[in-house]
């Protein structure tokens, strides 16, 4: 029912910026709850952010509160993860994750659909 593709990542030097982007297919992707997660090497899959699908009171991990900003545009079926500040440990491969629910989660067990990912590297 929803197909999302994640795009935007790459190689940055620490204190740089990215803007990650997530454009997904179907009508009811507005009535959806999305999420960001990353995973590095070695690492388990972890929250990021999520947002409404209102796009208020986004929520992050306390790792990139401050840093990150998480942002969707309806109209164009899209998600936004602005990362600013970045630093090595950010570097990982981002999801972009689909909620068939209107509040937020930051588990993903508690997410219907996912991106295949975009690689982030965060040079020192």
């Known amino acids: 029912q929803v197909q999302l593709v994640e795009s935007g990542g790459g190689l940055v030097q620490a204190g740089g910026s990215l803007r990650l982007s997530c454009a997904a297919s179907?009508?009811?992707?507005?009535?959806?709850?999305m999420g960001w997660f990353r995973q590095a090497p070695g690492k388990e899959r972890e929250f990021v952010a999520a947002?409404?699908?209102?796009?208020?009171?986004?929520c992050y991990t306390d790792s990139v509160k401050g840093r990150f900003t998480c942002s969707r545009d309806n109209a164009k079926n899209t998600v936004y993860l602005q990362m600013n500040s970045l630093k090595p440990e950010d570097t990982a491969v981002y999801y972009c994750?689909?909620?068939?629910?209107?509040?937020?989660?930051?588990?993903?067990?508690?997410?219907?659909?996912w991106g295949q990912g975009t690689q982030v590297t965060v040079s020192s």
């Open positions: 947002i409404s699908w209102s796009g208020g009171s986004p």
């Open positions: 179907g009508r009811t992707f507005s009535r959806y709850t």
């Open positions: 994750a689909a909620r068939r629910d209107i509040a937020v989660a930051t588990t993903g067990g508690d997410y219907d659909y």
